[in-house]
Structures are given as structure tokens and as C-alpha cells.
């Protein structure tokens, strides 16, 4: 059965099929789950892969992503909230908040929340680099500011940042227990 990768953004529903080649059919199903108030990725993963499941019809395993950008001088905000964030404040004024600080370091997180009924299992990707100012015209997001090995991720090419990223990890790891099942 198909697995039902659950996003508003047909690029990641393609990148997990690029994963999953050979092993398993994803499709994207645009689903809006309630994102529970929650300083764990994994439970907003977990209750957002349950609800989806119960409430789509069709039965077959759901897959949903939650992201967040964890600034280690910030106490990890915006972390879980970084959707929020990005819509208010803005990237260029969490910037502006980050840059009167020695440690610019931050990592994106990615939790990848499984689920076919029965089981439910969560799956986790990082990246660390730093908040810098903003550069370069690819990516979306938080990727003007998060700088890896000297490069911006929007300074790098889809490929480029797809085989380094925090969803890449996850979705490796999710393939590898997948793939075993
Ligand atoms: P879905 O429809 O897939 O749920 P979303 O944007 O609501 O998309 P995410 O959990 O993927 O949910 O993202 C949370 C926030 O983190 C949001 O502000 C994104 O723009 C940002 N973000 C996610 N992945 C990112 C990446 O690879 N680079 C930069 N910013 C990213």
C-alpha cells in the first residue's frame, strides 16, 4: 500500500519518494493535523500521524513531518514554533535577534511520525550549523540564515542540501527500518 506522506508541499512528498524508490509508493496527501502545544517534536509528530490516520479515508500507513530550528543561545526557540515564528517575526529579525550573541549555533530537527494503525514509531534528523545573515535565493524557510561547512542552505542546490539536510537524515532512517519491515 501506498504510504501517505501528509504536507502542503508536493517537494517533500517527491524527495520522500526519491527514498523510498524501489520499496514503496508515496503519495501526498494535503491534510492540515492539529499541531498540539508541545515542547517535543516527536509528540507533535505522533498525535499529527494518529489524528491523520483516523480521520482520512483509505486505511493505508500515513507519514507526517514536523520541523523545527533549534538557536542554542535563544534556549532552542523557536524549536516547535518555528512555523509560527517564520509567519510573525520573520527570518530576517530572528537574525536580528541572534546576531548581538557570541554562539550563533543552532540545529534544524526533523521528526518523521509513522503510523499504519498499529504501530506508531518516530524517526529523527539533524543538521548544526549557524544563524548568519542572510544569503542566497534557493531553499524556503529558515535557510537564508542556517550556514553549514560555509554555505547558506539557500546558497546550495536542492541536491546539495537534500543529501546533508535534517529531512534527508529522517527520511534515511525511516527508509532503513521501512525497507525491514
Ligand atoms: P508541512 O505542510 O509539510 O507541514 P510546514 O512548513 O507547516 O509544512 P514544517 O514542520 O516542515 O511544516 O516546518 C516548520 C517550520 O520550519 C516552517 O517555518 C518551515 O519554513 C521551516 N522549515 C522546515 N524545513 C526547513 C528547511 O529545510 N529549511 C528551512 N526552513 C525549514
Do not use: C
Not at 517575526?89 to 518523521?112: H, I, P, Q
Request: glycine share 12%; net charge negative; no cysteine.
Amino acid at each position: 500500500m501506498a504510504i501517505r506522506f501528509v504536507t502542503g508541499n508536493d517537494g517533500k512528498a517527491r524527495e520522500a519518494q526519491s527514498y523510498l524508490e524501489g520499496i514503496t509508493t508515496v503519495e501526498q496527501v494535503p491534510y492540515d493535523y492539529t499541531e498540539i502545544q508541545s515542547d517535543s517534536l516527536e509528540a507533535i509528530a505522533i498525535r499529527g500521524a494518529e489524528e491523520a490516520f483516523a480521520e482520512l479515508e483509505g486505511g493505508g500507513p500515513i507519514l507526517v513531518g514536523d520541523t523545527g530550528l533549534f538557536v542554542d543561545a535563544l534556549g532552542g526557540f523557536p524549536g516547535p514554533y518555528s512555523a509560527y515564528v517564520e509567519d510573525t517575526v520573520g527570518v530576517e529579525r530572528l537574525w536580528r535577534l541572534v546576531e548581538s550573541e557570541d554562539d550563533r549555533r543552532a540545529r534544524f530537527k526533523t521528526v518523521l511520525g509513522f503510523t499504519d494503525g498499529d504501530r506508531t514509531e518516530t524517526f529523527e534528523g539533524t543538521l548544526a550549523g549557524t544563524i548568519v545573515s542572510p544569503r542566497g535565493d534557493g531553499g524556503f524557510g529558515y535557510d537564508p540564515i542556517f550556514e553549514f561547512n560555509g554555505q547558506t542552505l539557500a546558497e546550495m542546490d536542492v541536491e546539495e542540501k537534500n543529501a546533508i539536510s535534517h529531512r534527508g537524515r529522517a527520511l534515511a532512517a525511516f527508509t532503513a527500518w521501512y525497507a525491514d519491515q
